[in-house]
């Protein structure tokens, strides 16, 4: 039910042309970089306490909300289609991304895990991703048909209904097990029960969750290792943002961009269920695969052509297929500890990877991005040792 729900809050048209809408609107490719930043600020900021509620209370609950921010958000842009405006909206979605990362992995390990399947993780990990991919498909032509019809305001609205129903659809995901009394960090679907009925009581329960798993996190070596990595790799999916500005680059016209770059999704999807079924590669293996992926990415650059989609393509399903394995290593390695909360660590650091990321397209375009990812395969098989025993 998770691969289906994920895959159902995937398929938003307006995904396919808000970076447009944004350029409809008169705004310069300098604002809406500084769009994205703010996005991924924001998303900084709300990320583990986001991670520790959905430790503390209701996971279905907490995805259900994202949802709601998330149509707030995109009817803002469509009310006030300016620079505040978007930046408003962007303030919200930043808020509903930090409710559902960590959230959808934990649900969906801690579900594994309780009928005793949780070695399939990497498996069903990776077709969630290739799903969320898939969907963009789907997603595009229905874009491209609703624009035809009413331009930017029904491709927004309808994106918001689809986000409003995605919360409905939310309640319908498996509810977690009832906590243990004994370890008052577990996550639970519904608040946990005490006499203080105050403000105060929750407060110090939530409190409790997020200085556990922080500090969990951040003692054990391994663990700390893998999410440093897992970081670092999440926050390069930000380039998937600059897909569309390649294309254009390179000569693509622009009522065909949609159409050119859905290779690369598809390419992904690709990438993220052979991940599903390299749970066991080595880290030096990974390594090679990041390294490829950024070789790829340098080609596609030095072609500067159409005709570079394909090495694009290529590098983005290396690199989705090595995220998925790093991800179930860090979920391995989790143990005990608040999960939502570890991940959400993880997610923290992902939005100051994107900001890394940001400022390397900035400084140097797609070469200084390909820089990044070698620099981050020279890396990997230092953070990602096995745990001693």
Sequence with gaps: MVVGWTAFADTIPLYALYALLFAHAGLTGAQISALFAIWSVV?????????????????????AGGAVLQACGYGLWLLVPSFAGFAGGFVLWGVAGALTSGTVEALLYDGLAATGAEESYPTVYGRVEAAGLLVQLPAAGCASVLFSFGGYPLVGWVSVGWCLATAALAFRLPRQAPPDPAEPQSSVDTPAAGPDRSLVGPLKRLAHTLRTGLVDTLTRPSLRNAVMLVAALGGMDAVEEYFPVMAAGWGVPEAWVPVAVLSIPLAGAAGAMLGSAAGGVGRR????????????????????????????????????MVLVVVDARLQERIASSPRATATSVASLGTELASLGLFAAWASGGVPAVALLFSALAAVLPRLLRPPVR
């Design 285 to 320: 293996a990974l390594a090679a695969g990041l390294l490829g992926s950024a070789l790829a990415l340098a080609a596609a650059a030095g072609l500067h052509r159409p005709a570079g989609l394909a090495a694009v393509a290529l590098f983005y399903a290396l690199y989705r």
């Design 43 to 63: 998303g900084f900021v709300a990320e583990v306490p986001a991670g520790a509620l959905a430790d503390r209370y209701s996971r279905r609950g907490i995805l």
